[in-house]
């Protein structure tokens, strides 16, 4: 719950310098923690990390706070390249992390036209995990993008938060990838269809985030709370929440937040009736 304090010390403990045998671990460590406070410091970091590691159950890891950092910070091209080349290095012998990193190639190639030429790729990987179990992370996360994608193609509403809810069970992904892509899309499918859940979810992993010091996660439940009260005509409410999620956002660092941040309070200010607020 104090990344400050942890990021503090793990770079002095950089200066010291580790053994090159624990380099990886501790630059993996110290971007992990700057990951919650500083997004742009923890790229860095974890780029050199990827470069250093040497022990296979720490590249997944890696490779998948880089890869989402990379988006978040506007460099969609970097962290599908990433991510992708880890996959093809996996194989088959990690079907969990492979599920991971590939939930975050999918979440660029649904949200960044440039990337639309995934599209095959990604309606065959969103088919397999309807099907599955959805015990596991990388499948949770997968099914997030299965409802988001199946909301998009104009599925029936019962059909598509059925899935978000599926997806969103248990909490798993509100505690483990809080702000993630299969999280962010399967609370969005939820506020769709303004279903009670969606805010409340949005408050709980707010709140979960507070706790931990993640300002990642609390920019991300921030800014799309106050999108869920737009949505629900609680004007006020929706400006108050995207103000203050714009903001957090502004300071943590990550280029999503002036985009999503601002587009998001920019309605909620002209549905007010403040124009010049809103331009």
Known sequence: GAPEIAAAYLRRALTEPPAQAERAQVLFELGSAEAMIEGEAAIEHLREALEHVTEPRLRGPITELL???????????????????????????????????EAIVLFAGTMEPSFASIGEELDGRLRVAEGADGTSLGERALLGLVAFRRARSGAPASEATALARRALEGDLLLTRDNGGAGFLLAVFVLTLADSELALATYTAARDFAR???????LTCNQVHSGHAHLL???????????AEGLEIGLDYGAASAPAWGTAFLADALMESGDLDGAW
């Open 232 to 242: 629900r005509g609680e004007l006020a409410k929706a400006v108050e929440a995207g």
């Open 67 to 101: 890869a989402r950092r990379l988006f978040f910070s506007g460099n969609a091209e970097e962290a599908v390249a990433v991510a992708q080349r880890e996959i093809e290095e996996l194989g088959e012998a990690d079907p969990e992390w492979r599920r991971r990193l």
């Open 211 to 217: 706790k931990q010091g993640d300002g990642f996660g």
